[in-house]
């Protein structure tokens, strides 16, 4: 079955990247879907980043309570942990449950209600032009929205050992500053292309091969977060083992 699944998959994408009838109508789907997937989740994203950001720091401090060890440290370990990790998976998740069920109910509800069917009686590339926008919308606003979340993550741990008294804002400062290594923000940004590739691929699939009514909608719903955030995982796994 899954290899029945994987096999179809690769089908559609196949119909997904064929050539537009319109370049005009596409570009103007991907702006859309780009608002709807930025500016639409950039409020959840800095909440969700900048309270994860002050937890770490409160946790990295309580289990750093050695005179040896410089405060200076627990910043450059919640700076390498959010732009390595917490950054680009955490946010990975949150957006697929989001995004994802968003996509995949939308998809799946013009399958139901036979309006793919009407585009592809119209002459119209039916996946092209329902996926391709949004899988380009996806790869180019949830890296910006990764990166967006790092540095409220650091804020946020910054705001967080000031108030708990956890680190000074200098020390903290400065343990960000020291021993920075600009590659992690490359395995970051590669890890929020392909999290955005499988967001809105994997979750326009299942909408687009829904069969059944209301219910099954929202069981695809279901089934595109699930697989994907397991997807997510597993390309969070193997991306760190490949550049790290």
């Known amino acids: 079955m899954i290899f029945h699944h994987i096999g179809a998959y690769l089908i559609l994408l196949k119909s997904v990247f064929k050539k537009p009838e319109k370049g005009r109508i596409y570009w103007k789907e991907t702006l859309l879907a780009m608002t709807d997937i930025g500016i639409g989740s950039l409020g959840l994203i800095v909440i969700i980043s900048t309270f994860i950001g002050a937890v770490m720091t409160m946790q990295i401090a309580f289990q750093m309570v050695s005179d040896l060890i410089p405060n200076s440290i627990i910043g450059s370990i919640n700076r390498d942990s959010n732009i390595l990790e917490l950054g680009p ?16 109910s939308q998809i799946g509800s013009m399958r139901v209600t036979e309006q793919i069917d009407a585009l ?5 590339n039916a996946p092209g032009y329902l996926i391709l926008p949004k899988i380009l919308a996806g790869v180019t606003m949830i890296p910006m929205l990764v990166i967006i979340a790092i540095v409220c993550a650091l804020v946020g741990g910054l705001l967080g050992g000031s108030l708990s008294g956890a680190v000074t804002p200098a020390d903290y ?12 923000v490359t395995v970051a940004l590669v890890k929020a292309f392909v999290f955005g590739f499988i967001i809105t691929s994997v979750s326009a699939y299942k909408g687009y091969k829904v069969k059944g009514g209301a219910l099954e909608v929202g069981q695809a719903s279901t089934e595109a977060v699930v697989v994907g955030c397991i997807t997510i995982l597993a390309a969070d796994y193997v991306i760190t083992a490949l550049m790290l």
Do not use: A, P, W
């Open 173 to 184: 400062i400065l343990g960000i500053q020291d021993n920075f290594n600009g590659f992690t």
């Open 89 to 104: 998976t955490i946010s990975g998740l949150v957006l697929m449950g989001k995004i994802g069920s968003s996509i995949s």
């Open 120 to 124: 592809e009686i119209m002459g119209i």
